[in-house]
């Protein structure tokens, strides 16, 4: 098995102030804006987001998660679906502007379940999307607002996001089989 550096943490550190900025400038600042990360990479990458928008504007953005988990049930024995299975959402998401945040954003499927979760939680003003990694392969129309890195990926690669908070030295890999 053959792995590639694909960022190190210099590059990663780089992507995600880029992106805050680019967040704070779609936006005009903070205000209404809310975070929502996706378990459990994307819920790390919100918190690296909320720390830089907070050192730039000196205001605090609110952060939440949802947990999002292959579910596969009798009607498609191949292919799983993603559903929502718990949601830490410590605000009312009405009349905000949701930025998700994941690590990967493959067929779309994930961010499709984040945004139908979102929506039993009320009426958000807009839903926008974040992610470090676009590895292509979208199965919906879905498609990322700020990204930290395209790409490019054969369906049989795979790509690892590692970092600090899980213990690893940060990084994005692919690896080939
Ligand atoms: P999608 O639902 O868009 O197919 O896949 C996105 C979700 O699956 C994300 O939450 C992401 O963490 C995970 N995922 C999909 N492909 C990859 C990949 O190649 N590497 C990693 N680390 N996660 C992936
Ligand atoms: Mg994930």
Not at 10 to 17: E, Q, S, V
Not at 48 to 59: D, N, P, V
Not at 88 to 96: H, T
């Amino acid at each position: 098995e053959q792995e590639r550096l694909i960022m190190d943490a210099g590059d990663i550190a780089r992507a995600l102030t880029r992106v805050a900025h680019e967040i704070l400038e779609r936006n005009k600042g903070v205000k209404d804006l809310a975070l929502v990360g996706i378990r459990t990479g994307g819920v790390h990458l919100a918190h690296r987001l909320a720390k830089r928008i907070q050192e730039i504007e000196q205001a605090p953005v609110p952060i939440g998660d949802l947990d999002i988990t292959l579910y596969r049930d009798d009607l498609s024995l191949r292919k799983e679906q993603p559903v929502l299975r718990t949601t830490s959402v410590p605000f009312d998401v009405s009349d905000k502007i949701v930025v998700l945040v994941d690590d990967v954003l493959f067929t779309g499927r994930t961010i499709r379940a984040a945004m139908d979760g979102l929506m039993d939680l009320g009426r958000p003003a807009e839903i926008q999307l974040a992610v470090l990694v676009d590895r292509g392969h979208r199965q919906l129309p879905i498609k990322a607002n700020y990204i930290g890195k395209n790409l490019p990926t054969s369906r049989d690669e795979q790509v690892q996001v590692l970092l600090e908070e899980a213990g690893e030295d940060d990084r994005v890999v692919i690896l080939k089989s």
